[in-house]
């Protein structure tokens, strides 16, 4: 069984608001600066939709399978 909160944000990715632009994110392992570099850079240098977070348990944003779902790449 899927839990509330992670229904809720898996509503959240298919947002109609979030544009045509292509979804791109960007992981490293704390997701503390090189992952919110790479997400800056492409957002307004390319013009992606983008986010950032990390793969390990001390994160600033964990990845999660709503953030999977939403990406694009």
């Known amino acids: ?3 509330k909160s992670t ?3 898996l509503h ?10 292509k979804k791109v994110l960007c992981l490293c392992s704390a997701g503390l600066l090189r992952s919110p570099t790479a997400a800056f850079v492409l957002q307004h240098k390319f013009g992606y939709n983008t986010r950032a977070a990390g793969v390990t348990d001390y994160a600033l944003i964990p990845v999660s399978q709503a953030l999977l779902k939403w990406a694009d790449e």
């Open 7 to 9: 229904m809720n944000a």
């Open 1 to 3: 069984m899927i839990q």
């Open 12 to 21: 959240n990715v298919t947002n109609p608001y979030q544009g045509t632009e």
